[in-house]
């Protein structure tokens, strides 16, 4: 069964940081470029970061360049978002996701992560 | 403010069709294909349409996605209440280097 399942979300304050893991399974993770999407509460979903296959190219949403890292260890199957200076907008689920089909199509989704940043 | 633009609600009784429009500009509708998500309270998005008319395995044939110049279309036919949820329009943006979302639709079958 392909799946995504994330994990490292939690309580943090302003300004702290957190690394949220995605572990992969049911499908070959190197042949695939891989994303972050977020939504806030009540909020619509927000593009985060895109990873290609070998970890040498990355996208980011202009708003947390600098502050958040995407990577992935294709030994592990595993992706990973590294954020850093946390801020209250930041507070949202975290959802990593499969890029599929073509270029930015999400076609498999994780569960979802929460992140709170708050004091 | 999003970039692609959907209306917030649309709203239809059970057994009518229902479309929920999505604009954008040449940067992105315009050049890119356009993909559609469906999500339920509490649970992650699911895509429902690829490149702009396609569906993935399993999904019904009641759903249907097309595309003209900077604008496209999800169409649901046959509504079920079953089909009360939020749905996103999603594709690339050229210029912005950047993947985008639309502000989401909520569906409400009456």
């Known amino acids: 069964e392909v799946q995504l399942v994330e994990s490292g979300g939690g309580l943090v304050q302003p300004g702290g940081s957190l690394r949220l893991s995605c572990a992969a399974s049911?499908?070959?993770?190197?042949?695939?470029?891989m994303s972050w999407v977020r939504q806030a509460p009540g909020k619509g979903l927000e593009w985060m970061a895109n990873i290609n296959q070998d970890g040498g190219v990355k996208y980011y949403v202009e708003s947390v360049k600098g502050r958040f890292t995407i990577s992935r260890d294709n030994a592990k199957n595993a992706l990973y978002l590294q954020m850093i200076s946390l801020r209250a907008e930041d507070t949202a689920v975290y959802y990593c996701a499969r890029i599929g089909y073509s270029s930015s199509c999400m076609d498999v989704w994780g569960q979802g992560t929460t992140v709170t940043v708050t004091s | 403010q999003s970039v692609l633009t959907q209306p917030p609600s649309v709203s239809a009784a059970p057994g009518q069709k229902v479309t929920i429009s999505c604009s954008g500009s040449s940067s992105n509708i315009g050049n890119n294909y356009v993909y559609w998500y469906q999500q339920f309270p509490g649970t992650a998005p699911k895509l429902l349409i690829y490149d702009n008319n396609k569906r993935p395995s399993g999904i019904p044939d009641r759903f249907s996605g097309s595309k003209s110049g900077t604008s496209a279309t999800l169409g649901i036919t046959g509504l079920q209440t079953g089909d009360e949820a939020d749905y996103y329009c999603g594709t690339w943006d050229s210029s912005l280097i950047a993947v985008l979302f639309g502000g989401g639709t909520k569906l409400t079958v009456l």
């Open positions: 049911g499908f070959p993770f190197t042949n695939y470029w």
